[in-house]
């Protein structure tokens, strides 16, 4: 193989993994030519004036581009990771233990704020919320206009941070009380979802009677016709969460 065909093949090898390597069928693909080039090299060196061995140079030129773009890939997602997770809420400057200052470290094969002086070590744990997705007895789901940010004057389940000593289902149950102004019993999860700084996990609740009314954080509390919902629906996860609910209901 020339000089100038290797350094072709090479660069694009390279354009090839990092445009491919997302597609997992891609890089098993790209194993199998591997060893199938290498085992044919050896018994058949040459074909159609083809030499194997370099389709199998090739093959590991192939699969080295497939690997320098899968850790770009890694590194990437885990910076976003962390730069989302120190703007989700506020983060520690200094330690909590003896005030010396906190410095990114790599812990754990992830980044994260740690002392300069003592072992302390903010782990950053995503904090679970609690969601209801609340059915009237007459059709329609209860929804809140959000009173605060993120997302002020935005409709929403009712949700909200777990407090120490209680259940999700007492969390959700606690939360609709708070936002809504009702009374729940919580039936079955439909949904979870991990957010950089959150777990939400979504319940259903029985079929309700009560009129709502809004409550602590919110603007509003009513129950909006399935075929009604806002369009201006806070988060997406809760929209996820409203669907899943519909389908399993048959609704």
């Not at 074909?47 to 890694?74: E, N, P, Q, Y």
């Not at 744990?125 to 007895?137: E, F, Y």
């Amino acid at each position: 193989m020339s000089g100038l065909v290797l350094l072709v093949s090479f660069v694009g090898a390279l354009a090839s993994g990092f445009m491919l390597q997302r597609y997992e069928k891609i890089g098993w693909l790209a194993l199998i030519v591997m060893f199938g080039s290498a085992i044919t090299s050896l018994f058949v060196p040459e074909i159609h004036g083809v030499k194997t061995f370099d389709i199998f140079a090739l093959s590991l030129v192939f699969g080295f581009g497939m690997s320098l773009a899968d850790k770009r890939a890694k590194s990437k997602k885990a910076k976003a990771d962390f730069e989302a997770l120190k703007t989700s809420r506020p983060q520690y400057k200094h330690c909590p233990h003896c005030r010396s200052p906190l410095v990114e470290r790599e812990i754990d094969e992830k980044k994260r704020l740690a002392c300069t002086h003592c072992q302390f070590v903010y782990w950053n744990n995503p904090l679970p919320v609690a969601a209801a997705v609340i059915p009237h007895v007459n059709g329609g789901i209860v929804l809140v206009k959000r009173g605060v940010e993120p997302k002020k004057g935005m409709w929403c389940l009712p949700a909200g941070f777990m407090e120490v000593g209680e259940t999700p289902e007492q969390g959700a149950a606690r939360e609709s009380g708070e936002e809504a102004n009702v009374k729940i019993e919580v039936e079955r999860l439909v949904h979870t979802y991990a957010a950089p700084a959150q777990v939400l996990l979504f319940f259903a609740a029985k079929p309700i009677d009560q009129t709502p009314s809004p409550g602590s954080d919110a603007l509003e509390a009513r129950v909006f016709p399935l075929d009604q919902l806002p369009t201006d629906i806070a988060f997406s996860s809760h929209v996820d969460a409203i669907n899943i609910w519909r389908k399993q209901a048959g609704l």
